[in-house]
């Protein structure tokens, strides 16, 4: 079995292009923390750091963790370009050493979340009461795997060998899973807004947002 969250796997992925994401921060992203204020934020499976670096640039402290060398070498690119610090972190949610309720927003758009490790208890813990919880993936039923277009009939793909979506905590199940201690709203299927980049294919998410309450 293929190990999703392995540093190989996620290099090979990035090698395989000069820029795999867009260059942009993720849409839901940017509407979600509009109405935050700024503070501790947590950017779970970064990549190449476009959601990381439009936090920072807006006055959050910002750790982004990937497992990728190659992500995080363009990650930190970008941060120098843009002139912002962020802490980038080298590993997988399960074997970093982070602050228990460190975060004012834990952040994981489209992150490889394997059901194996129980994801889910670990991302609670890192939210500091008040703190928001933000996961957001891909409509993987409605959407399906692969690429193009059926309506206007363009060539599809075939899903990619490496990754086995069935075995990924997915947004519903996170929701599914915060006690009492939580407000949540979600999850909710909406329309993705993306301008280029891998999983452009992809033209609906499922959006969680839960709030800790204080």
């Known amino acids: 079995m293929t190990d999703m969250s392995s540093q190989e796997l996620w290099d090979e992925l990035y090698s395989e292009q000069d820029h795999v994401w867009s260059g942009a921060p993720n849409h ?9 204020a700024p503070g501790r934020a ?19 402290a910002v750790t982004g963790v990937d497992p990728s060398t190659v992500a995080l070498g ?3 690119r970008q941060g120098a370009d843009a002139r912002v610090d962020v802490d980038w972190r080298h590993g997988v949610l399960a074997d970093l050493d982070l602050p228990g309720a460190g975060f004012d927003l834990v952040s994981a758009f489209y992150a490889v979340l ?56 997915m947004p519903d199940e996170v929701a599914a899973a915060l006690g009492d201690g939580w407000t949540v709203h979600g999850p909710e299927l909406r329309d993705r807004v993306i301008d280029g ?18």
Do not use: Y
């Not at 690429?147 to 086995?164: I, S, T």
């Not at 499922?206 to 204080?214: G, H, I, P, T």
């Open 197 to 214: 980049g891998r999983g452009g294919h992809h033209v609906r998410d499922v959006v969680v947002r839960a709030v800790r309450r204080a």
């Open 42 to 60: 947590l950017d779970v499976g970064c990549g190449e750091g476009a959601d990381a670096v439009w936090l920072a640039r807006r006055g959050w």
């Open 114 to 169: 394997p059901r194996e490790t129980d994801p889910v208890p670990r991302l609670v813990s890192l939210v500091a009461p008040g703190g928001t919880l933000l996961v957001v993936h891909h409509d993987m039923v409605g959407d399906g795997h692969g690429h193009g277009d059926h309506e206007h009939g363009d060539p599809v793909d075939e899903p990619d060998p490496r990754f086995d979506h069935e075995a990924l905590v």
């Open 74 to 76: 363009r990650a930190r």
């Open 28 to 36: 839901a992203l940017t509407v979600e923390v509009a109405d935050l």
